[in-house]
């Protein structure tokens, strides 16, 4: 059975395959990046890698919430670079019993492009990301 | 055969365009000096050496080819065929056939390319031979394929002779049997493996079963492979060699002694009685080995007493004829087999990048210390980590520079293939060229390598074609009939000079005016006010081709330009000195390495951005008198020019920290200039470049981005990107004048101590810095401040107004200390403030009266009037020898 991370954004949960993952970091000073993706945040020196990181709120289109002490950056691997990607907590490490696909009504979930299913955690329901669709590399841009 | 190519391709690739290479640089020779035996033994040797690998991989076309010219120069040795430049050229053709299999294999293309009309032609001058007596001859001139003469012993005719004169050279002989496990996997590779291994040590100069039979597995797996190795080592090293590798059961090594001197006409008989001796010690000791395997240092043991002189001549007198393939492929003279090792490229710049990973948790663990010093001076566990942190800082210092070396490759990689360019130029364009080449052992960046080598075919092309006369001219002109052409590298501090130089005609300014004014870049007026460095200069531009005819060598229009664009993305100059009737000569000069850059370090808005120093002409303070607005467009003007003033903040997506009081860069690339609107001056010093990440995409006017020692990253400014989109062209009139500046540079950095401003040479400063923690030093003289660590080596710091007789400095915010180089040894000067640097011509630099400033005139190399503004420009060795720093 697949491991999933639980991350917190705006108050709602949302998952990540722990195989897409290479580490979870503090957050760190990040150097704005005048590139023209608008989510990209900037970029951070990862032990001497550079290494983009995106707002995963600002890729939703939401308002980015103020940074707390439980804010953390997910370094993910895509292709030949590493990405970073800003989160508001790493909530656990979870399994799901039951993945359903993501619902295609649903007009009011911004994010919905951005899921792959939505896993049943207990009486809990998370939305998983698709790693690809989050970071644009699925050609929508 | 797949799995051959999988595992093996690559190592063939690397031997192949080695040997390559020597058969290149030795037909020419061969060309140019006539009927030389080391030559020809030479080439003899890769072309046996190839075929045997090729034959190995199972490349059959590529086998017989190799094979057809091997059987050439067996013949060319014994004198039974002469040289002829249709032989020659036919041997080109071999070699044009075998590069162009190797770039098909590159791009994994495993199927061989017919090799058409190459075997008749050379079948051709094989048979053009003068006949003396055809019977024999036929099968000399194609041996191995038909199992070869000296059947009884396996040894072929060549191979007999070859050993019969490495004995006349008093090199040692050894028989190298080897078994191989029964059952090992491809039977064909290991013997190839043993091949290499043993090359390594020696020459292998005969091979029993022969190379044409090594695809039959079932004979080499059935009994001992057979080795005949010309070596100075000792023969254990020999046999512990073949033995590290995998699949070999055992290995003897054997030297053999008493050895006829054969005739050259009646060297088969000898040499095969001496075979018929041998053939029974050689049973006898496989015999021996099958009851003790373990016995490589057995009968080798007795070797060396056997012949100790032999080995002493050896590795004094004859070892540059020794060792084969690798070693002749490079220059000749060098006497000592360097060892080396051949390395994925990836893999080092993993491990250049993990380095970097280390400098910079070094420079995080200094500040930690630093801290902790601070808060606990006395606490024992400090100082020790103290200890361990400066230990940590020296290593990781020396593994970078040990790390930047494994980069740097001898530009002779790139210079070796330009002896075949300029011959086929020369014979294409009925020139006669003496070409020679200097300093190929100078080592530079590998990346640098390969981007140099266009522009430098470009140039050579260039002298080919259109400098160098027709060899008929040349002597009515009084010329020797033959140009010279000369390419050099070397060293000059932290950069390498390429220089092409040619003896011909040189390049016409007025034919460069009337080609300039024809095609419209300059009217006829301001041609007639350039001068002819100017004019010349211009051959930079464009669409500027000078040829009267374009020929297929050059003249296609898309010349110097596009070799100046190329030269400066490598952060290079390019410079051109050229004399009527007498020649031309073109200098490049290129940083060391592309991945460390030395930057000027300048704050816009909350980014801080690197750039290159190059690129760089002056910095100055702006005020609001020098700012005017033109369509809405900031301009400045400079000593009566104006240039754009450019503000990238906004494309930078920041704010300029405060309105009105900043400096500005005047950064420039090709004829183009801009003035750069930034904050700050921050510093100026050397950068590690990294690479954005590909996922940003497209960033405007940032090339890259480097991590600076606080662990903040900077971006590089893309110079060209900023000048293409801002930049105006300045009139022609300065095109040549900044092009001849930028090379003999005149830019001084000026700095304040107290009121006074000081200059000095750019050249002489590596860094400026603020200023460091200071190590206390006991020291007599009150200028001395004290030591700090500047990456890994602690340098003195001294203050520079107390050596000129001032008052002591006080440190503040603005204080810089500004490392420079002075009698060999580099030093840190503390100072004011660093102010600028500009272009300070020496015309406008005036003597100095008696005393100035309270310094003695003989520290001050003169004074810069800039306006109502006075400028020392000091000279630092006189002072800091005086100070007792440094010997001038």
């Known amino acids: ?141 | 055969m797949d799995h051959f190519a999988s595992t093996y391709l690559s190592v063939f690739l690397d031997e192949l365009e080695e040997q390559l290479l020597t058969l290149d640089h030795s037909i020419l020779e061969l060309e140019s000096g006539g009927n030389q035996q080391d030559t020809i033994q030479k080439i003899f040797r890769a072309a046996h050496t190839l075929k045997g690998s090729s034959a190995a991989m199972g490349f059959h076309q590529m086998k017989e080819v190799t094979h057809r010219v091997e059987s050439v120069f067996d013949l060319l040795r014994q004198d039974r065929l002469s040289l002829s430049s249709t032989l020659i050229n036919t041997l080109f053709d071999c070699i044009d056939y075998l590069k162009s299999q190797r770039e098909a294999l590159r791009q994994g293309r495993t199927e061989e390319q017919p090799h058409g009309t190459l075997l008749i032609a050379l079948n051709d001058c094989l048979s053009g031979r003068p006949a003396v007596s055809a019977g024999k001859e036929e099968t000399d001139g194609l041996p191995e394929l038909n199992g070869c003469e000296g059947t009884e012993s396996g040894w072929a005719q060549t191979e007999l002779e070859e050993m019969a004169r490495k004995r006349e050279e008093g090199v040692p002989l050894y028989l190298v049997s080897v078994t191989l496990t029964a059952g090992a996997d491809m039977p064909t590779v290991r013997a190839m493996l043993v091949h290499r291994t043993l090359s390594e040590t020696g020459e292998v100069i005969a091979l029993k079963p022969s190379l044409a039979d090594w695809e039959n597995e079932e004979l080499l797996l059935s009994g001992p492979i057979s080795y005949v190795i010309a070596s100075g080592h000792p023969p254990e090293t020999i046999g512990s060699n073949v033995l590290q590798l995998s699949q070999i059961n055992d290995v003897n090594v054997q030297l053999i002694e008493s050895f006829p001197q054969p005739g050259r006409e009646r060297g088969r008989t000898k040499a095969e009685a001496f075979l018929d001796e041998h053939a029974a010690p050689v049973a006898a000791s496989v015999a021996a080995l099958d009851a003790a395997p373990v016995s490589a240092s057995g009968p080798a043991a007795s070797a060396p007493t056997a012949a100790p002189d032999a080995v002493a001549s050896v590795s004094s007198a004859s070892l540059p004829s020794a060792p084969a393939g690798k070693l002749e492929a490079s220059a000749e003279g060098k006497a000592s087999i360097q060892q080396t090792v051949r390395v994925d490229v990836k893999r080092l710049e993993h491990l250049l990048n993990l380095v970097g990973e280390l400098i910079i948790d070094n420079t995080r663990l200094q500040e930690v210390r630093r801290k902790l010093g601070e808060r606990d001076k006395q606490d024992q566990d400090v100082a020790t980590l103290g200890e361990v942190t400066d230990h940590l800082n020296r290593v990781i210092a020396e593994l970078q520079e040990g790390m930047m070396k494994t980069r740097m490759l001898p530009i002779e990689q790139l210079f070796n293939r330009f002896p075949r360019l300029v011959r086929d130029l020369s014979q294409q364009a009925g020139k006669e060229i003496q070409f020679t080449i200097e300093g190929k052992e100078t080592e530079l960046d590998r990346t640098l390598i390969e981007e140099i080598g266009d522009p430098l075919i470009h140039i050579l092309r260039n002298a080919a074609d259109h400098g160098i006369e027709s060899p008929d001219e040349r002597e009515k002109l009084g010329k020797p009939r033959k140009g010279l052409l000369l390419l050099q590298a070397s060293h000059q501090e932290n950069a390498i000079v390429i220089r092409v130089k040619d003896d011909g005609r040189g390049i016409d300014p007025e034919k460069v005016k009337r080609k300039a004014v024809h095609k419209g870049f300059i009217t006829e007026l301001e041609a007639a006010r350039l001068s002819d460095k100017e004019l010349i200069a211009l051959i930079f531009h464009s669409g500027m081709s000078t040829a009267e005819q374009v020929t297929e060598l050059s003249g296609r229009g898309v010349g110097m330009d596009i070799v100046r664009t190329q030269i400066e993305k490598l952060n290079g100059l390019i410079d051109i000195d050229t004399t009527l009737g007498q020649g031309t000569e073109i200098t490049i000069k290129l940083p060391l390495t592309l991945a460390i850059t030395r930057s000027l370090l300048v704050e816009l808005g909350k980014h801080t951005v690197a750039i290159p120093l190059v690129h760089v002409l002056e910095t100055f303070q702006l005020s609001s008198a020098n700012i005017q607005s033109v369509h809405g467009k900031e301009i400045c003007t400079v000593r009566g020019d104006i240039f754009p003033l450019v503000r990238l903040h906004g494309k930078l997506r920041t704010e300029p920290a405060r309105a009105g009081k900043g400096y500005a860069v005047m950064i420039g690339a090709a004829e183009r200039r801009v003035c750069l609107y930034v904050d700050r001056l921050v510093a100026n010093q050397e950068i590690v470049m990294k690479p954005l990440s590909a996922y940003l995409g497209q960033v405007p006017y940032v090339s890259g981005s480097s991590i600076l020692g606080n662990g903040s990253i900077a971006y590089i400014l893309d110079v060209n990107a900023v000048v293409r989109d801002a930049g105006t062209v300045i009139d022609p009139g300065r095109v040549g004048r900044h092009a001849v500046k930028s090379v003999h540079t005149e830019k001084r950095v000026t700095f304040m101590l107290g009121d006074q401003r000081y200059a000095l040479d750019i050249g002489q400063v590596k860094e400026i810095i603020r200023v460091p923690a200071l190590l206390q030093v006991a020291s007599t003289s009150p200028e001395m401040l004290g030591m700090f660590n500047l990456r890994g080596s602690l340098l003195p710091v001294v203050d520079l107004a107390q050596c000129l007789g001032l008052s002591p400095l006080p440190i503040g915010e603005e204080s810089r200390v500004i490392v420079m180089r002075e009698g060999g040894s580099d030093i840190g000067v503390l100072v004011d403030s660093v102010t600028e640097v500009f272009n300070m011509p020496d015309s406008e630099v005036e003597t100095t009266p008696a005393a100035i400033a309270n310094v003695a005139s003989e520290f001050i190399r003169g004074i810069h009037k800039r306006g109502d503004e006075l400028t020392v420009l000091l000279r630092t060795d006189k002072l800091l020898a005086a100070s007792g720093f440094c010997i001038a």
């Open chain 1, 1 to 141: 059975m697949k491991n999933y991370i639980v991350l917190g954004l705006n108050g709602e949960k949302y998952a990540l395959s722990i195989s897409e993952i290479q580490e979870i970091i503090k957050v760190q000073p990040i150097t704005e990046v005048p590139c023209d993706k608008p989510f990209v945040k900037g970029v951070i020196n990862l032990r001497g890698r550079i290494v983009p990181v995106i707002g995963l709120s600002a890729r939703f289109g939401a308002e980015e919430a103020e940074q707390g002490s439980s804010a953390r950056i997910v370094i993910v691997s895509s292709e030949a670079d590493d990405i970073g990607i800003g989160v508001d907590s790493v909530d656990q490490v979870a399994s799901f019993d039951e993945i359903l696909p993501p619902a295609t009504d649903s007009s009011a979930v911004a994010s919905r492009d951005y899921l792959s299913g939505i896993g049943k955690l207990g009486d809990r329901l998370v939305s998983i990301l698709d790693l690809k669709a989050v970071l644009g590399l699925r050609g929508e841009l």
